[in-house]
């Protein structure tokens, strides 16, 4: 019974098989063999349009580097409060970016409230030089709550930062799991909403190591391949991230995958709907779900070898909802979740 | 008949064949898993004392925290003037260790020359602030050169760098290649003779990305975690790496790998030397053949789809030496390159 | 009538006299004369034990070297959520700090609150690499706010930052204002309560360029000199700086200069007191103060060629009390504020 | 007899002077202050056209800063193996441009050859991503050699940089000498010979602290507010800079205070042609004097309390000039310096 995290798992047999067949021969290095360049054509064929695609190493790499290529000195990324790239990323956005400052801007629900942004944008003023200067905003989809943007909400933040004349970059770890839930199109979710820079993540999903940087205008990505190399991320061996994601994008595996784990979290949260002994913290969508379980249940799970996350970011308003007796989880179900799994855990829950 | 670089070898099928056989299953991320645990275990037993290892996507990243690991204000790197960290990483070197400056010291046959060496690191005093402080000395094994040090000749390096209070790192993108060509151990081409952390390549020797940092001392290596998580260089799924070392490592395939790679350059070399359309351009061990070659039979083997690149890092030596209608080329043979392909390299050249 | 920084005021005659007398001559440079080495004696003298003291250009400087100085991979610095370090200086802190991540605690009258400094600090628990290393608190005294920690105020943070393993850092950009306010020693008001690094601003106070860094322990001093120097902080003619601060502390005029400004403070924030026309935001000691204050009479002020600045970080609890015809001012008063025009603001106030 | 450095020399009369004078009084801050634009005004007249001008606390953070302006992923920066930005700024200029690689250009006396910048630039090309890419040039005038490069010299560095398309950049610490030994225009000197950026220093002819960089083109300047904010090189008091450039530029004190210095060298450069003890290491202009010096005479010069350094970074060709019993030592002449002083210098020399 894993629930800790989607990349608990590992690869998905499809995947890991297409680097055995790939792994013969010979092919020019550093992003310029045959299969990356099929690779980055698919990519145009999933985004409707020409875009400019950059492998990296990690999930971190991919949001540090979109971040970077838009620095300026003294720049503000402007985050919700509980972002991967503001809490998790052990400060390697502004690492990257020559140290640009991260504003956390609140919101429910994982979300940036859009009153908060225009509030947060606005105390760094063109004028004022010892605030520093906006530099991006940037939204994570599935959040870190496991909810979801709607496009119209995307749409929202985006006219904000347009209307400061900074770019949207969207972390998307989870990108298969939001589209999924939201059951819309990757240009859909993106640039047809006004986000510029993706993260798309494909390692959380079935891959081995698949994380790219998606420019939806190539022009901005001049400067990325010195970004890139310069920050230690230009793989020599491309072809093995160009692999996965052949295999990953083929015959809609990606789609699938990813509408394997959101039925799992579905089955996960109907089970807790019915039981006595947890609760939903918030509604989630995707493939993450927050429980607010009795501590005796707790035990029990782990007893039998039950792993999940205590979730010690604890909303404001749940200070209070939260008995002593009770404790916040979080779990995350994955494409490798079985059905069978996730019945036991709520048979065990109660 | 691809000897453009060993990076352009995919990896080896036992290799590859692993990350099919660990794709199954669910494990904790992050380094913390037991085939993890279990690599690390055979790094220790590799190097015959306890090591700290910490994985990370490339030979810059490797060669870059390493060094960032020693890091001090205004520190100096002094390097050979055709290192690789000098060179060819788009100065990651430096903007992973807040701007260290890479000192170029000259050598013949791609190796510091230790008088230039103690020269170096003399104009920067310890009393004189403006010219910062010595950091750390790094040389590289196999050489960009193709050649190697003597156990001697490090030895004498590590002194100089211990006189001085500075550590000794190694580059070793081509490790394997370099102790098999000297048939010594890991140990002894390592801290027996004064290295102190060293980058661990086995990608160019059959994996599709596969680097170490070790550290001889595992107390220097406390603020590694931090340095490579803000470094963006965390794997989640570390397993992936492991399992390739796993393989890597299994019944001494590395060492086999890395023998076959440095014969088949011997082979080369013999080839060369026989010819009447071109000369070697020095004298080199392990895996990399520099020559100079007539332009007409480099026409020839271009023509027959031979892969080389021609080297525009002409020594001071040989400017003379090479005639106009010739060209300075290196060779570069890997664990995939065929007797067959050798052989008829050599036949086109004539 | 000039109340829009204590940075708008020139220098103290007395002060810039003390460049005059000591341009004339040679003296050795980069802080070796002995006017440098007298001046480090009298910082001796004041703190009451042996300092370790640093002159810099600005109290961004200041700041940012002394919290460069104790950085770490990943490091995270806490400071109020209004701190100059925060807001005001361009990102400078984490610039110099290999992009240390600023955490802003909450807390009311511009202090950190001691709980939420310690749920803030646990939030970057040592096992969890993610969310980085704690590196420093900072406290500003006196604060943005104008507010005073008191002694004990300070202890408790100082106890807090000490339990984990951390440095705490003091921005005295207002020193001197806060000493005198506060009526103790400069060695009771740091280290004696727990401060292991100060910015000593004298700029504000009558100095035309004058800020300091000063260690309590000097033995945590040791990189600093090549830090400053890479920093680019490193004046050659030191003299120049020390020079002011020889004048500056001569016969204590630094604090009757510092009891004006706060004298004239008081001043103010009597007539606000009295005035039908404005109040104060809230309790202010030192030389700023906080008004709330109808438009029409800022407007009369301004005719007046009052100078002022309007606000706009507003507390959330006087998001309310604000009315659409008032604004929220600050106010500060100089060593060069004169009680005429303290009154003559007062009665165009109204 | 002060020969160590031209910054030993403290600040000329007038200048100190002004700063009593202008110590009065309330005045915008952060560079808005009318004497602060009368300042910039002169900057203009004094380069026939509209320059943007900054100022900064040191020499290197002039350099630093420029240099950082106009700065790429991966940039390098070519400069004389010699240069005060490569050799004696602790790695400062790599550190603010987010570690650009510093590539040293070998050429005599002091200056960079332009066949090996032209080959060094090309060792950098624009499709070979693992090079980086390149930045900028940057020469020092007068040098650090004391020599002086022409205005067709100038030119022709000037002329390669463009045909590359990177910017070129003058450390011009000493700029008021080299001006007036050339007996030329600032003008002429700068933007007319192809010099984009300027570090225009005053501070080594007789301020206390006045360094500016002078941008030809205002529009390359957009994001220096930033930059030099973040970098922590904005003064609160600027005016306490401007009024020293005030005084410098007034009545031409400042090409007075140079050409004196100049004519103090030239007298030194006569003593030394003259002596039986010395003789010149190669011809200099400015003022800036290299001497091979018999040990003998060195020591009764130290002994009668001469101040002047040994010059450790001894050219190439000059090693077996030396002999055991001699000396290389650097003699710096300052708007200070008496030609009493360099009589008897001389005298004690015999």
Redesign the interface.
């Known amino acids: 019974m894993?629930f800790?995290?989607d990349?608990?798992?590992?690869?998905?047999?499809k995947?890991?098989?297409r680097?055995?067949t790939?792994?013969?021969?010979?092919?020019?290095?550093?992003g310029t063999s045959a299969l990356d360049k099929k690779v980055e054509q698919t990519f145009n064929d999933i985004f409707e349009r020409e875009v400019a695609v950059f492998f990296?190493?990690?999930?971190?790499?991919a949001n540090?580097?979109a971040l970077?290529s838009v620095g300026?000195?003294?720049?503000?990324i402007f985050c919700h409060d509980s972002a991967h790239v503001f809490?998790?990323?052990?400060?390697?956005p502004?690492?990257?970016s020559?140290?640009?400052?991260?504003s956390?801007i609140a919101g429910k629900d994982g979300k940036i409230d859009p009153v908060s942004l225009e509030r947060g944008i606005r105390?760094v003023p063109p004028a004022f030089?010892?605030?520093?200067?906006p530099m991006a905003v940037t939204v994570t989809q599935s959040t870190e709550s496991g909810t979801l943007y709607s496009l119209e909400e995307i749409e929202r933040i985006a006219g904000i930062a347009r209307s400061h004349d900074i770019p949207l970059h969207m972390d998307g770890a989870r990108f298969a799991n939001a589209l999924t839930a939201l059951d819309v199109s990757p240009a859909e979710m993106t640039w047809k909403r006004g986000i510029d820079i993706l993260s798309f993540g494909a390692?959380?999903n079935g891959c081995?190591?698949a994380e790219a940087i998606v420019f939806m205008n190539p022009e901005q990505a001049r400067?990325l391949?010195?970004?890139r190399?310069?920050?230690?991320?230009?793989?020599?061996?491309t072809?093995?991230v160009a692999a996965q994601f052949e295999a990953y994008f083929e015959d809609g595996l990606w789609l699938e995958l990813a509408a394997h784990a959101n039925a799992m979290a579905d089955r996960l949260r109907a089970g807790i709907a019915a039981s006595n002994h947890a609760r939903a913290a918030w509604h989630t969508s995707a493939n993450e779900v927050f429980a607010i379980i009795r501590n005796d249940a707790s035990k029990r799970l782990r007893d039998a070898n039950a792993?999940f996350y205590d979730w010690?970011?604890i909303p404001e308003h749940l200070h209070e909802a939260i008995a002593p007796d009770e404790t916040l989880v979080r779990l995350v179900t994955?494409f490798?979740t079985e059905a069978s799994e996730v019945d036991r855990f709520i048979e065990i829950l109660g």
């Open positions: 894993f800790a995290s990349n608990w798992a590992g690869a998905h047999p995947i890991a098989h680097l055995t790939e792994a013969g021969g010979f092919a020019s290095a550093y990296v190493s990690t999930g971190t790499a540090s580097l970077a300026k000195p003294g720049g503000v809490c998790d990323e052990c400060g390697a502004g690492f990257f020559s140290a640009a400052r991260l956390p105390a030089i010892h605030a520093g200067q390692t959380k081995w190591c400067q391949p010195f970004i190399k310069q920050s230690a991320q230009l793989f020599s061996k072809r093995f792993q010690h970011e994955a490798a």
